[in-house]
């Protein structure tokens, strides 16, 4: 009886630690799938880089996104453009490549749906305040592929000239610079061009490639349980031919 009662605890404490361990796994992963999740350019349009400041006329602060509407005021590019620095903790090729690739924004809409980063990596960057309505920005982003009243800045200044990063994971395609694309230069991102072939199709790559990241991270979280449990089933039937 004993034997019985030691080996059922032993039994209990083994399944409750595999379960703990299980979890601990599966959580650590869970950043690297949101980060590929919530921070992705798969969806724009990197080629093309666009400049464009205004007044904020709508903030929701908060997660995953913090997303922003901003009117179109000023679309040409500073004077002072070319020898601007960059934000605090910007990646210096990415962020050259960028500045090098900004051109005019001169589509239809006279506001514009910016997708930010969520508050912390916000705060990471510099920024541990809320964006308020009513404030003037700066930024310089990609358009969405799909829907071209959205623009998601790689990078963007407040009033008192402080410079905001957003770029957390590499682009899809690298920006190319505006003196190369002059005629592609309206921000519209027209899709009747012969490029826009190539674009829906390193999109899809891009989403695919999302996609099964995120589905191999889940198979590895899968695999590790299963496996977890199987070792414990192993270990507790030798238990209990030893009682």
Known sequence: MNNIIIWGAQRRKLQLVVVILASVFALA?????????HHGWSSFDTR???????TLTDVRWGNPHTEVTL???ETDLPADWAERELPPGASEEDGQLTM??????????????????????????GLNRELKVGESIEVVGFLNSEENQELRPVMFWLADGQGVWQQLT?????????????????GKSDTSEPS??????DNTVSNTSERSASLFTWL?????????????????RRQGKRS
């Open 29 to 37: 992963l869970l950043p690297a799938t949101q980060v590929g999740a």
């Open 48 to 54: 093309y880089a666009y400049y464009v400041s205004g």
């Open 71 to 73: 009117r179109v005021e």
């Open 100 to 125: 090098a690739s900004a051109r005019p924004y001169q589509g239809d809409h006279e506001g514009l749906h910016l997708v930010l980063a969520g508050p912390e990596w916000m705060e990471r960057w």
């Open 170 to 186: 590499a682009f899809p395609q690298e920006p190319e610079p505006a003196s190369a694309n002059s005629d592609n230069s309206n």
């Open 196 to 201: 826009s072939v190539e674009a829906s199709s």
């Open 220 to 236: 590895v979280v899968a695999a590790a349980i299963v496996a977890a449990l199987v070792i414990s089933g192993f270990y507790l």
